[in-house]
């Protein structure tokens, strides 16, 4: 290679990372380290999942650089149909979809199978921040109602299949677009007064397992080699972390298999029996980073739309994170929510690659704009 062609092929790598925003890499860059050593140690027992954790997480960020490099007003173009694909997916799941361990969630095309819920997550946040965006001079008390209608309806759909978890995250990342787009307080302390007051209600619609889950959450004791042995294996190992861990690799309660689903939901109960208090600490500073910046990109985005987007995406990745910490330590009721960008698993990993790389695009249409 001579020395021209090299100075041109730097030049080109120069410019394919420019669409990322640096900090927010460098933050990522920390996590996918962290998940690494954590996976290596988690799937020791299982064969070519460590590989397929890498190849999920490639996956992720090309699609990550890939939505990097798409231009805000063609988001805003797309957010409709996506919405709409979404939501008529989400219909067909309901009238044809495969049922399996109990729950109609996924679609069979003949030569794939999806899971339609896990699109919603992104075009929820497309389609209010759009729907938004032209209403951004005066949004009216109605404007609101719509909102949450557009809202409800795949929510509802996705929480019929039954899927908490999915509904839960859905919903949330409408809930911080319709937040941001500047919900007035006393509607939001109504709402919450009125979700107060409707928890019996919601009791007696949960399903069976559901119930479960919150019971076990109370006193997970109740049946402790049954469905409080989630909770309780998890707790042990979180707490005999202590300060400083046991070590990476010696880390007794996953490698003695106590830990169920010490690569998917309870990657963390692992990280924090190896890396103790210590790198738990560690742990969150890194996701406060990620949070942090994309929050900073949120406040200085180029439209109304680029704001809304970012933002709900944002804490899509907080909601994921507490979520999941939370249940794993015991304070949440087990919902099947992933640790963002740890938990193995290809369908979470895509989506939020997608949208990290949204947040990046953001950040690189306000840099385009001051240059």
């Known amino acids: 290679m001579t020395r021209i062609d090299r100075t041109m092929l730097l030049a080109q790598l120069r410019r394919q990372l420019r669409v990322f925003d640096l900090p927010l890499l460098c933050a990522l860059a920390l996590l996918v380290a962290i998940?690494?050593?954590?996976?290596?140690?988690?799937?020791?027992?299982?064969?070519?999942?460590?590989?397929d954790?890498?190849?999920?997480?490639?996956?992720?960020?090309v699609l990550m650089w890939a939505a990097a490099n798409l231009p805000l007003n063609w988001m805003m173009r797309s957010a409709v149909p996506i919405y709409a694909l979404g939501l008529a997916l989400l219909i067909a799941v309901a009238l044809f979809g495969d049922i399996a361990k109990g729950a109609r969630r996924w679609l069979d095309l003949g030569f794939t199978r999806i899971q339609p819920s896990e699109l919603m997550k992104i075009a929820m946040p497309l389609m209010l921040a759009w729907y938004f965006q032209k209403r951004a001079n005066a949004a009216r008390w109605?404007?609101?109602?719509?909102?949450?209608?557009l809202l409800l309806v795949p929510v509802l759909l996705i929480a019929r299949q039954p899927d908490l978890g999915t509904?839960?995250?859905?919903?949330?990342?409408?809930?911080?677009v319709i937040y941001f787009a500047g919900l007035p307080w006393k509607v939001i302390a109504a709402s919450i007064v009125a979700g107060?007051?409707?928890?019996?209600?919601?009791w007696m619609v949960m399903h069976d397992y559901q119930r479960q889950r919150v019971?076990?959450?109370?006193?997970?004791?109740?049946?402790?080699?049954?469905k409080g042995f989630h909770i309780i294996q998890s707790e042990i190992a979180v707490g005999s972390g202590g300060t400083w861990g046991k070590g990476w690799l010696d880390g007794t309660q996953a490698h003695l298999e106590?830990?169920?689903?010490?690569?998917?939901?309870?990657?963390?109960a692992v990280y924090a029996e190896e890396f103790g208090l210590v790198g738990n600490g560690v742990l969150l500073l890194v996701y406060l980073l990620i949070i942090g910046r994309g929050l900073v990109?949120?406040?200085?985005?180029?439209?109304v739309f680029a704001r809304l987007l970012a933002g709900a995406i944002t804490l899509i990745v907080f909601t994921y994170a507490f979520v999941n910490m939370g249940m794993v330590t015991g304070i949440l009721p087990v919902v099947g929510v992933p640790l963002p960008l740890m938990s193995y698993g290809g369908t979470a990993m895509v989506t939020l690659g997608l949208g990290l790389g949204l947040l990046m695009s953001v950040s690189r249409q306000r840099r385009l704009l001051q240059t």
Request: hydrophobic share 55%; charged share 10%; net charge negative.
């Open 35 to 51: 998940s690494l050593f954590t996976m290596y140690s988690a799937a020791s027992d299982y064969d070519g999942r460590m590989l």
């Open 53 to 61: 954790h890498v190849r999920n997480l490639s996956i992720a960020f």
């Open 142 to 149: 109605y404007d609101f109602a719509i909102a949450a209608v």
């Open 167 to 176: 509904s839960l995250l859905v919903a949330s990342a409408g809930i911080f």
């Open 196 to 202: 107060i007051g409707s928890l019996p209600l919601l």
């Open 215 to 226: 019971m076990m959450l109370l006193d997970p004791t109740s049946d402790p080699l049954g």
């Open 258 to 268: 106590f830990v169920p689903e010490r690569t998917t939901d309870f990657v963390f």
């Open 297 to 303: 990109i949120a406040a200085n985005g180029a439209t």
